[in-house]
């Protein structure tokens, strides 16, 4: 075998070594990388429940705050129609 032959096939065997190497390593990093994104995506949910929660919470306040609105414009309804009928009399 010559020279060049032998290099050759030692150069392409530890090209092809290396590039084995390469793609297990970047197996692991994107099995990492999807590890890391589920935990991020549960992170994302978890404060979108949150949020969910505490939209629902200002909706309930919200309502209290319209229903105690008009239950004192209902008062001042009644006010109104007892001033009227106090001026009358």
Sequence with gaps: METTQLLLTVILSLTTILLVIIGLQLIFILIDLRKILKKINQIIESFEKVG??????????????????????IFDLFEKKNGKKAEGK
């Design 52 to 73: 969910t929660s505490l939209e629902h919470g200002f909706d309930e306040v919200l309502g209290f705050f319209s229903g105690v609105k008009v239950l004192l414009k």
